[in-house]
């Protein structure tokens, strides 16, 4: 704001008090020009009384005496309204007459009339009172004019004493304001001065001179609270940079708001990045399609984006999209782990386990093979004892080689777990009968409620089977009474396939193990129940390969849900729920 | 662009955001790209099929682009620096969508080829399209940060990739007179090589048109420096 002179305050205030004063003057002016009149008309009434007492010859003859005594013309009018003598009219026969005038007619109605109106003889404004005597009437005129100016002259002596105290209280609201003001611009300066943190103390030691207290507590206030921001500040930026993990805070628009010095160093950019668009900086068209999937489904989500050569790096990259409402117009952020390493190391580990397990299996089918035959051409039964030992556990081996090699080649190609649509109960009815058949044999009950219209999903039927029969296997295996349902359903974008079971159920501590290699809950490895802890991983796997999940839910001593969620639409984006 | 503001934000927001788009576009070429040669060195019949579905996307991309330049030119009348990047954006978005045509063409090759048992392995075509790719980022790059110089290398080493194109061409023509069965393979083979030398012809094409934003000179018949 610019600086106002003290006179500029001082004009507004005046002219305000000038124009109040007018109106007020006026009504003066009018207050004492009716007063005037009554008073005129009073006096001149007292007059024609008095006159009234003298005999008319008598006035007629003194008219002009009389009329200067009274300070008014005065008319001599007889019954008949012709006008006898007048104090201002040397020849009054040549008047016309009077009768008709609305002061005689009063007269002559009520004993006294007044009435204003403009004299023919004079061509002046006047007041006339006439009254009514024996042999006619008498009438005194005397013009407005005088009247008026009496009035006015007397308003005009009333603003001259008016006119010295508004002078007064000019001089005294210019003292004050000049106060005012200087108080205001010191504030105002102080205000300016309030962002800069350095001048805190010199501020408030300028305001304790200056200032009125309670403005210099408010200050007080702003600037310790703007330092205790301004260090939090720097300690949550100093965090921001310190991390290993590059970050990037987007607009809603993917142009960049920020980014830490991690990231920095990850882009090896020696430009200026903030306000550039993503896509110009990480070129990468997975990446904004991630970026743009979770801003507009407001989910988390995890992305792995691989470069080629040169740069041949692998990151995964953390979307997490921000409120609009906490966010002014909604943000991302952009979390980059370089995971080139360990992406290699994993392939490595997963090739050599493949090539362990395909090594293995040669021997194990010449094993199984051979030990079949032996027990056809042996018949001594120590011996078959032996042999059915032997083949029992070549075959566990064998299964356990056979879902290694699954999961190495769910992992090395997860396209291979889709395939030409399927149907659902065609798949269904050769998985189902076995696993009633053995809930049956173990006394359960088995319940399965598959609508009887339902969508095509492009699975690998082998696969989608396995997988069936993995759960159910589980289903059964972990359930020693009650029952093992199978429902199938369509969830908006999903067809869900879930087994519900009255088993033994999970601790609520193993669930987020579950679908870990070799993992086994305490329970299976107690009851002695066999298995690798290999079934649900295959299955997780599967269902991450699809596009899809696995939700397993479980009370200990109620049984288990697991849920199998399938996308009907394949989505080219692989979404998982984030911590975040 | 970025250098100087425009009084209208509004201008100066749609230039910013064709200039995504078009970034964009290249991003997702070059990934088509990406996948084409690795569907041919693995062998990978899935992903061939992948890129052929994700042409679509690209074709809708090329589209939209070109609206947006056109109804940029006719409503804001843009002038020097603007109107070179807009008309060059058009003519690198004609490029970017026949790299992305090329790109399926070599997949649907692919297709064909991996029904039948490798004919010899892979040397030359691998090299050849990794340089194709890399002339492709380099040119984009060089779209971004406006860099002269590297749209320079780029139309220098489009000379490699035809070098190479012919030379595989040669190595094939011993094949083919070696046994007649090897012909239609070969003949296969030698059409994703020109293909793959039409995609390095394109990205010459945007380097081109990088240096006519850059500097206004047209360079586009004339021999690399």
């Not at chain 1, 003292?175 to 800069?196: A, M, P, Q």
């Not at chain 1, 033994?504 to 070799?518: N, Y």
């Amino acid at each position: 704001m610019k600086k106002r002179p003290v006179w500029q305050f001082f004009l507004i205030y005046g002219l305000t008090q000038v124009i109040l004063l007018l109106p007020f003057l006026y009504l003066t002016f009018s207050h004492f020009k009716g007063l005037y009149r009554e008073k005129n008309k009073e006096e001149m009434r007292t007059y024609l009384n008095i006159l009234s007492l003298i005999p008319p010859e008598r006035i007629i003859t003194h008219t002009s005496e009389l009329a200067r005594i009274t300070e008014s013309r005065l008319t001599v009018i007889d019954r008949e309204g012709l006008v006898i003598a007048d104090s201002e009219v040397k020849s009054p026969k040549e008047l016309e007459n009077h009768l008709s005038r609305p002061e005689i007619q009063e007269a002559m109605k009520k004993g006294l009339g007044f009435s204003y109106h403009l004299s023919r003889s004079t061509h002046r404004e006047m007041l006339y009172v006439a009254i009514s005597t024996k042999k006619g009437y008498l009438r005194l005129a005397k013009p407005l004019t005088e009247i008026n100016e009496a009035a006015f002259a007397f308003s005009l002596s009333l603003l001259k004493p008016a006119f010295f105290l508004l002078l007064l209280s000019f001089a005294l609201s210019l003292l004050f304001l000049r106060k005012i003001i200087v108080v205001l611009h010191k504030l105002e300066e102080c205000t300016n001065n309030i962002g800069r943190v350095e001048d805190a103390i010199a501020l408030q030691e300028e305001m304790t001179k200056k200032l009125p207290p309670y403005i210099k507590e408010v200050v007080k206030f702003c600037s310790e609270k703007e330092s205790r921001l301004r260090e939090e500040k720097k300690e949550l930026e100093t965090l921001f940079h310190l991390g290993a993990n590059g970050l990037l805070l987007l607009d809603r628009h993917l142009r960049i708001v920020t980014q830490n010095k991690a990231m920095e160093n990850f882009l090896a950019c020696p430009h200026e990045l903030s306000g550039k668009y993503l896509m110009e900086v990480i070129r990468h068209a997975d990446l904004k399609e991630a970026v743009e999937y979770a801003l507009t489904h407001s989910t988390a989500t995890k992305k792995e984006i691989t470069f080629p050569p040169p740069q041949d790096h692998v990151w995964e990259v953390s979307i997490v999209p921000l409120k609009e409402e906490t966010f002014r117009g909604g943000k991302v952020i952009l979390s980059f782990s370089n995971i080139t390493k360990s992406k290699a190391w994993e392939r490595r580990s997963g090739t050599f386990v493949a090539n362990v397990a395909h090594e293995l299996k040669t021997p194990l089918t010449a094993i199984i093979g051979f030990t079949e035959t032996l027990l056809m051409e042996v018949k001594e039964e120590s011996t078959t004892n032996f042999l059915t030992k032997i083949d029992a556990h070549a075959q566990r081996l064998k299964r356990l080689i056979d879902d290694l090699l699954l999961l190495a080649e769910l992992e090395s190609k997860p396209e291979r777990m889709l395939g030409h649509p399927i149907d659902i109960h065609e798949a269904l009815r050769e998985v189902l009968p076995s696993f009633a058949h053995a809930a049956k044999a173990k006394g359960l009950s088995f319940f399965s409620e598959v609508p009887p219209s339902l969508p095509k999903l492009a699975v690998n039927r082998d696969k989608f089977i396995q997988a069936m029969a993995n759960l159910l296997d589980n289903a059964v295996k972990f359930t020693e009474k009650g029952s093992v349902t199978l429902k199938v359903e369509k969830e908006e974008d999903y067809l869900t396939v879930r087994i519900n079971d009255t088993g033994i159920g999970i601790p609520a501590h193993e669930l987020p193990f579950l679908g870990e290699r070799f993992y086994r809950g305490e329970k299976a490895k107690e009851g002695k129940i066999s298995g690798f802890g290999l079934g649900l991983s295959i299955v997780k796997e599967m269902m991450e390969a699809l596009g899809g999940r696995l939700v397993i839910e479980s009370e200990i001593g109620r049984g288990t849900i697991s849920t199998l969620y399938f996308p009907l639409s394949k989505g080219e984006i692989g979404v998982e729920d984030c911590m975040v | 662009m970025t250098e100087k503001k425009h009084t209208s934000i509004h201008y100066e927001q749609e230039l910013e955001e064709l200039r995504e788009k078009i970034i964009y576009m290249g991003a997702l070429v070059e990934k088509v790209i990406q996948r084409g040669i690795r569907a041919l060195v693995e062998r990978d019949s899935h992903l061939a099929e992948e890129i052929i579905a994700q042409d679509d996307q690209i074709d809708r991309l090329d589209v939209e682009i070109e609206e947006k330049c056109i109804k940029l030119l006719a409503l804001r009348q843009p002038t020097a620096g603007d109107l070179r990047f807009i008309t060059t954006t058009i003519k690198i978005n004609g490029h970017l969508e026949r790299i992305g045509d090329m790109a399926v063409n070599v997949a649907r090759k692919v297709l064909i080829l991996n029904k039948e048992p490798r004919l010899k392995p892979y040397i030359d075509l691998p090299r050849m399209a990794e340089l194709a790719q890399s002339m492709i980022r380099e040119s984009l790059d060089a779209f971004i940060n406006k860099n002269v110089e590297l749209a320079n290398k780029v139309r220098r080493d489009d000379d490699l990739v035809d070098q190479l194109n012919e030379q595989i061409f040669r190595e094939l023509l011993t094949y083919m007179m070696e046994d007649h069965k090897n012909i239609p393979r070969a003949m296969l083979i030698s059409q994703i090589a020109k293909n793959i030398e039409r995609i390095s012809d394109h990205a010459k094409g945007i380097a081109d048109m990088v240096i006519y934003m850059i500097t206004g000179q047209t360079v586009r018949h004339e021999e690399a420096t």
